[in-house]
């Protein structure tokens, strides 16, 4: 499964990102971060999501508010520090996330929506059909060239064949 993260801003979500790449994922003003908020009372970078073990783990402040689903249970971030389920890391509480867990961060102004999903399909690339082939082994342009005249009128002349000056015999 890959993370999905979704921002809320003014009670509408204005940005949501599906992770196929697991790495780090940041939020604040520095250009850099994951997630930018320019004109906002956000740090320059605050890390949200680390990616280590092969696992995903939601990264938190004291300052911060939020919930986690773990199972069937919803719990907020203060009951994750007290339980001793988030583990203290210098400033940070760090919660290893399973795939089942979602829930919501909140950093100020801005709501992150977090879930694990079944990535989308892949865009399909448009192929375009290889170029079809005249009778002179020259790409087919259909009936013919369209020209324009000076008057602007649409005149449709036959394509005329290239022929070389080396080629004539």
């Known amino acids: 499964k890959i993370l999905r993260v979704a921002l809320v ?3 509408k979500i204005t940005e949501e990102r599906h992770f196929r790449k ?6 604040g003003q520095d ?3 994951t997630f930018v908020i320019p004109a906002s009372n956000l740090p320059a970078s605050i890390p949200v999501f680390e990616h280590k073990g092969g696992q995903y783990h ?3 402040t004291e300052r911060m508010d939020g919930r986690v689903r773990l199972g069937t249970a919803d719990v907020d971030f203060a009951s994750l520090r007290d339980q001793g389920l988030a583990k203290k ?4 509480y760090v919660l ?3 795939e089942t867990a979602r829930g919501t961060v909140r950093l100020g102004e801005v709501t992150m929506l977090f879930q694990f999903a079944t990535p989308p399909p892949e865009p399909k690339k448009t192929e375009l059909p290889p170029p079809t082939e005249g009778p002179s082994g020259s790409p087919d ?3 013919g060239d369209q020209r324009v ?3 602007g009128t649409t005149n449709t002349q036959p394509a005329q064949p290239t022929v070389k000056p080396d080629e004539t015999g």
């Open 58 to 60: 939601l990264v938190f």
């Open 89 to 92: 890391r210098g400033p940070v």
């Open 141 to 143: 342009k259909g009936a």
């Open 31 to 33: 250009q850099k971060n």
């Open 149 to 151: 005249s000076p008057g």
């Open 22 to 27: 697991k790495h780090d994922i940041t939020i």
């Open 9 to 11: 801003q003014g009670h």
């Open 96 to 98: 290893p996330l399973s």
